[in-house]
C-alpha cells in the first residue's frame, strides 16, 4: 500500500489541523494506520494508532485528550484531528501502515512496513 498524508501547515498555539492519509491499494481496511512525528533533531516517536479490526486506539501520553486518530475504509483514508496544539507539537507527521492479523494497536515505528512522505505541522506561540 502507498500512502500520502496532507492537511499539515503552519498554525498558532490553540488552534487545531486535521492531517489525512491517503493509502492505495483495496485492502486499506486490513491494515494497522499509525501516526508518527519527527522533530528537528529528534528521533522519530509515535502519536497515535488504530487497529484495523475493531477500531481500538492508542496514544502517546502528551497527545491524549487533544488528538483522535480515526480511520475511513471506504475511502482508504486515516485521520489525525489535533486540537488545542501546542509549539511542542511542531515535526514532520508520518502516516504508517502495516497489515498484521493481529488485533492490538501498532506503536513502534519497527512495527510498520509502509510510509507516508510526511506533512510539516509547525505551531508558533
Known amino acids: 500500500v502507498q500512502l500520502q498524508a496532507s492537511g499539515g501547515g503552519l498554525v498558532q498555539a490553540g488552534d487545531s489541523l486535521r492531517l489525512s492519509c491517503a493509502a492505495s491499494?483495496?485492502?486499506?481496511?486490513?491494515?494497522?494506520m499509525g501516526w508518527f512525528r519527527q522533530a528537528a533533531g529528534k528521533e522519530r516517536e509515535f502519536v497515535a494508532a488504530i487497529s484495523w479490526s475493531d477500531g481500538s486506539t492508542d496514544y502517546i501520553d502528551s497527545v491524549k485528550g487533544r488528538f483522535t486518530i480515526s480511520r475511513d475504509n471506504a475511502k482508504n483514508s486515516v485521520y489525525l484531528q489535533m486540537n488545542s496544539l501546542t509549539p511542542d507539537d511542531t515535526a514532520v507527521y508520518y502516516c504508517?501502515?502495516?497489515?498484521?492479523?493481529?488485533?492490538?494497536?501498532?506503536?513502534?515505528?519497527?512495527?510498520?512496513?509502509?510510509w507516508g512522505q510526511g506533512t510539516q505541522v509547525t505551531v508558533s506561540s
Open positions: 504508517a501502515a502495516r497489515r498484521w492479523a493481529g488485533t492490538e494497536p501498532l506503536i513502534r515505528a519497527y512495527e510498520y512496513s509502509n
Open positions: 491499494g483495496r485492502v486499506f481496511s486490513s491494515y494497522h
